[in-house]
T-cell receptor
Framework: AQSVAQPEDQVNVAEGNPLTVKCTYSVSGNPYLFWYVQYPNRGLQFLLK??????LVKGSYGFEAEFNKSQTSFHLKKPSALVSDSALYFCAVRARYGQNFVFGPGTRLSVLP | EAQVTQNPRYLITVTGKKLTVTCSQN?????MSWYRQDPGLGLRQIYYSMNVEVTDKGDVPEGYKVSRKEKRNFPLILESPSPNQTSLYFC?????????????FGPGTRLTVL
């Protein structure tokens, strides 16, 4: 069965500092991996995805994510956090030949001014 | 504007009173899906559809029904709602049924069952 873990419920970081939001997954084969962001009272917005190839994926709003196959991780990163990055972040996985998506429980990011 | 719309956005109802939450997308997407979001549990997939007349259960299908008679619409039906179905519901769509296609989400429907 597929599963996604986001080990931190909450991440706090000072504005201007680098941020990391962690994600690990369990799925057979080589999955597709996604990050989404949810702002208050809004639906989820797509940030970036890993398909294959380069382990560092660049996405929207300056975010990037690093795929590590041996550690089955897909951590979200940003070199310099903004207060406006404060939101709920979800990691998701889809098996390469599957139809359903599995989401992690979410990590709330707070960027402090 | 390309979008996924849901209606209603907010709904308070009573146990046992049948309800339907509508979902529509204007992007000609093949894949559509319903999720519920609960604190600490993230998003859990209820049902998904790979195309017209093709639907399948997600992780938490009990108590829900869906249909896909037209490509653009994917309504979620609660035949006899119960308080444990109080949740925030999201509809989503993606271009193709399989592969690395990201999903586009609707704005959500907050349902309260008393």
């Amino acid at each position: 069965a597929q599963s996604v873990a986001q080990p931190e419920d909450q991440v706090n970081v000072a504005e201007g500092n680098p941020l990391t939001v962690k994600c690990t997954y369990s799925v057979s084969g080589n999955p597709y991996l996604f990050w989404y962001v949810q702002y208050p009272n809004r639906g989820l917005q797509f940030l970036l995805k890993y398909i294959t190839g380069d382990n560092l994926v660049k996405g929207s709003y300056g975010f990037e994510a690093e795929f590590n196959k041996s550690q089955t991780s897909f951590h979200l990163k940003k070199p310099s956090a903004l207060v406006s990055d404060s939101a709920l972040y979800f990691c998701a996985v889809r098996a390469r030949y599957g139809q359903n998506f599995v989401f992690g429980p979410g990590t709330r990011l707070s960027v402090l001014p | 504007e390309a979008q996924v719309t849901q209606n209603p956005r907010y709904l308070i109802t009573v146990t046992g009173k049948k309800l339907t939450v509508t979902c529509s997308q204007n992007m000609n997407h093949e894949y559509m899906s319903w999720y519920r979001q609960d604190p600490g549990l993230g998003l859990r997939q209820i049902y998904y559809s790979m195309n017209v007349e093709v639907t399948d259960k997600g992780d938490v299908p009990e108590g829900y029904k869906v249909s896909r008679k037209e490509k653009r619409n994917f309504p979620l039906i609660l035949e006899s709602p119960s308080p444990n179905q109080t949740s925030l519901y999201f509809c989503a769509s993606s271009f193709l049924a399989g592969g690395p296609n990201e999903q586009f989400f609707g704005p959500g429907t907050r349902l309260t069952v008393l």
